[in-house]
């Protein structure tokens, strides 16, 4: 009795997948004819603002069982076949595989698009600006290590824009061939991972060696080929590189989150839960600072970051980095830029996009 039932049961799960294959190739084709139209009205394929609104409805209609987090990564790799369909698109990425970078990248695009791997994050703006990618992902803070100053540095001679951002989770694993901690000799990582798991290593492994490398990545290859060494990475790098995961979590701050930038060639249409970033110069003169973030009250808009860089043209002369809530093209933003713009010797809009989570 209890076999028919599940035998029963089967034979529905087969007839509800078969509907779900008809219903994904409709939607497919749907999307191919969106396509069409993007093509002739010379609009980007790969929209931000449109993605933001179909993980909010079907979150909206979602009564479980499926969680919400379950429901949106099904749909994050329908959409990554959609982005594939005819001809796949190009993300350009701060390499090597499965390094955070990587996994920011297939968080935001899937895996059915084409990942093309970069040796610094230069390398990622020269491979969108040339064309042969689509898109890129840089890092561009974390929650402990503040901002990658290298990526601010970039958007100062590039004329690519940012159309969405992307927060990563952070979990640092000690990875190993073998099954004892005791064993461990040497561990290899990026410095700064070393630095967000210091009382963890101190308290568990502190006679280790701590070898520096370049990426997490790096780490898992090397410590795969020796028998007395491990290695800090993801947990996706353990499954790629044999390696067993001799204790997870070991990150002295709970909530540590980096923050991404994808990279393109134009801004994202507002959702009406936007954000932009902008950079500026100002004279040398007491007080400017502060009248530059005047524009900014008046209008009752909250900046949400402000970073300095040395323009390297001239000694103590600075950019400014600012993010602000709202959109470019919203009456209330563009008023506060162009009050900003008659106090500033240089501004630049870096893009407007939608609030990441």
């Not at 370049?214 to 780490?219: D, E, L, P, W």
């Not at 009406?272 to 008046?298: C, E, Q, W, Y």
């Not at 002369?317 to 470019?328: A, C, K, P, Q, R």
Request: hydrophobic share 35%; proline share 3%.
């Amino acid at each position: 009795m209890v076999k028919m039932r599940l035998k029963k049961n089967r034979r529905k799960i087969d007839e509800i997948d078969a509907k779900i294959v008809a219903l994904l190739n409709k939607r497919a084709e749907e999307t191919m004819r969106i396509r069409t139209i993007k093509k002739k009205i010379k609009q980007d394929i790969y929209s931000p603002h449109r993605e933001k609104e179909i993980y909010k409805n079907i979150l909206k209609k979602n009564n479980g069982p499926l969680s919400g987090k379950s429901l949106k990564a099904v749909y994050r790799e329908i959409m990554s076949g959609s982005l594939s369909l005819e001809k796949p698109l190009g993300i350009a990425y701060l390499g090597p595989p499965l390094t955070f970078t990587h996994l920011a990248a297939l968080s935001n695009f899937g895996k059915s698009v084409n990942y093309i791997e970069c040796g610094g994050i230069g390398e990622v703006f020269g491979e969108v600006d040339k064309g042969r990618a689509d898109y890129g992902v840089v890092p561009i803070e974390n929650s402990i290590e503040g901002a990658v100053n290298y990526t601010f540095d970039m958007f100062v001679n590039s004329d690519l824009k940012i159309c969405s951002e992307i927060y990563l989770e952070i979990s640092h694993n000690l990875l190993g061939g073998m099954g004892d901690m005791k064993k461990i000799k040497k561990v290899y990582s990026h410095p700064q991972v070393f630095a967000q798991c210091r009382k963890w290593i101190e308290k568990n492994i502190p006679r280790a060696e701590l070898i520096e490398v370049s990426s997490t990545s790096k780490a898992a290859e090397r410590s795969a080929g020796e028998k007395d060494a491990a290695c800090i990475a993801s947990l996706m790098a353990a499954g790629s590189y044999g390696l067993k995961a001799l204790a997870r979590g070991i990150e002295d701050t709970a909530h540590n989150v980096t923050r991404f930038l994808v990279i393109g060639r134009d801004f994202a249409k507002p959702t009406g839960n936007d954000k932009t970033s902008i950079m500026f110069s100002i004279r040398d003169k007491v007080g400017a600072l502060h009248d530059m973030l005047v524009p900014f009250k008046k209008n009752r808009i909250n900046l949400t970051k402000i970073e300095s860089r040395p323009s390297r043209l001239k000694a103590w002369e600075y950019y400014f980095f600012v993010d602000l809530e709202g959109h470019s093209s919203g009456q209330k933003v563009k008023r506060a830029l162009t009050g900003l713009a008659k106090g500033c010797s240089y501004l630049k809009i870096l893009g407007s996009y939608p609030v990441g989570k």
